[in-house]
């Protein structure tokens, strides 16, 4: 939104307030515990499903895009302004309150066995929105900020994100070398296990080579990873401490399902995506195309906009507030929280996302990352569909 003064042109951000909402998001737990103390509705366990898989998709679907980019003279300025990362900061105790007490009602409460994996599924949700604030605070410059991240991913354990995102999937994006970018023809099924092995894998090792010039064993306390799992470990230790040792498992289970939501990002956020290789064996540098972005206001409001991912990868260090939409990026037929559904059902994948990344890549699909199983047979399917 613009308003003209008699000198020069004011960009304010009309969506100022509403980054708040990233905080609302993980308090979901608690609303549930009110909502059943209150009426006694097993139903409100099951708040987080409803929220992320129902209530968000359709209000993107209602409130729709908004591709309003800050002027490049504005950038500065609000990239200093405290008050968006005081939007985030707020969003970590609540986080860990909300895990405390859904913890504690799973083995105090005498729930029924669907209210309990509702329960575990509206705290895992809460776990999975926190990796998004650790991927924030973790991509910061500042040594507070890096620390919050890796106390934001301690309850989800998820640590090992903070290395390998940073310093893994930023630089191999959208390269058949990268684990957390999904290939034509994967099923997010088949993506899991093999981002989450890859993923742990190069950030023990992006450690490792880290260390060893440091002249440290990968095991010195300097370890990114260790830290952060450490942190984790901490928490689980003081929780079965306090609970007993039947926390333990609603606490694994949370924590595999609040990271499935990070993969199901990963999955829809380069799927079919390859940047073009170099005959000296480099790639080219990740451009606005090499992403899948949403403007969809709602999710973007949620995931502190997230889903302007082309700009996110070619200005890391940008924070949320000024990261711009870009008319040449692909673009999502819907938000996140509506594309992870699909992601879920490969058949319905397919159907929608598979002709996208075909007209993206002007039917030319030796351009696309493909599985390598299916590659040579990708290719000979849509062999002579390049566009001129």
């Known amino acids: 939104m613009s308003t003209t003064t008699s000198a020069t042109p004011v960009w304010t951000d009309r969506k100022r307030p509403f980054w708040l909402f990233g905080a609302v998001i993980v308090a979901l ?27 968000i998709p359709l ?14 003279s504005r950038v500065p300025s609000l990239s200093q302004e405290r008050y968006y990362r005081w939007a985030v900061y707020v969003a970590i105790p609540i986080q860990y309150l909300s895990f405390i007490v859904g913890t504690w009602i799973a083995v105090s409460q005498n729930l029924a066995w669907w209210e309990l994996l509702g329960l575990l599924l509206t705290v895992g949700g809460v776990s999975g929105a926190a990796i998004n604030i650790g991927h924030e605070l973790g991509h ?3 040594r507070l900020d890096r620390w919050l ?11 090992h994100f903070y290395v390998e995102h940073n310093r ?8 058949p070398e990268d684990p957390a970018s999904a290939r034509f023809g994967e099923t997010f099924w088949e993506f899991l ?14 450690e490792k080579r880290r260390l060893a010039k440091q002249g440290h064993s990968v095991w010195h ?4 990873n260790l830290q ?16 007993g040792w039947i926390a333990l498992p609603f606490m694994l289970l949370q924590a595999a399902y609040g990271g499935s939501l990070l993969e199901v990002v990963n999955y829809l956020e380069h799927y079919g995506l390859r940047r073009e290789q170099r005959a000296d064996g480099s790639f080219e540098r990740c451009q606005p195309h090499h992403s899948w972005n949403s403007n969809h206001i709602v999710t973007n409001l949620f995931l502190y906009h997230l889903q302007r991912h082309s700009d996110h990868h070619a200005n890391p260090t940008r924070p949320y507030q000024s990261l711009r939409h870009f008319e040449e990026a692909p673009q999502l037929p819907s938000g996140y929280a509506s594309m992870i559904l699909l992601a879920y059902f490969p058949p319905l994948w397919f159907k929608v996302m598979n002709p996208k990344v075909v007209a993206h890549h002007r039917g030319d699909m030796s351009r696309a990352n493909i599985k390598p199983e299916l590659r040579e047979r990708v290719l000979a399917q849509y062999a002579g569909r390049k566009a001129a």
């Open 193 to 206: 296990p093999r981002c989450l092995s890859g993923s742990i894998a190069s950030a023990w090792n992006i």
């Open 59 to 72: 209000l993107d679907r209602l409130r729709g895009t908004d591709a309003d980019n800050p002027p490049e």
């Open 140 to 142: 910061a410059t500042d």
């Open 149 to 159: 991240a890796k106390i934001a991913l301690a309850p989800v354990i998820y640590g």
């Open 29 to 55: 737990p608690l609303y549930a515990f009110a909502g059943y103390s209150l009426t006694g509705w097993g139903l409100f366990w099951w708040l987080g499903p409803i929220f992320v898989y129902g209530v």
């Open 228 to 243: 952060s799992w450490g942190l984790s470990a901490l928490i689980l230790i003081a929780m079965t401490a306090w609970l």
């Open 221 to 224: 306390w300097s370890n990114d």
């Open 168 to 175: 893994g999937h930023h630089v191999r994006v959208a390269t």
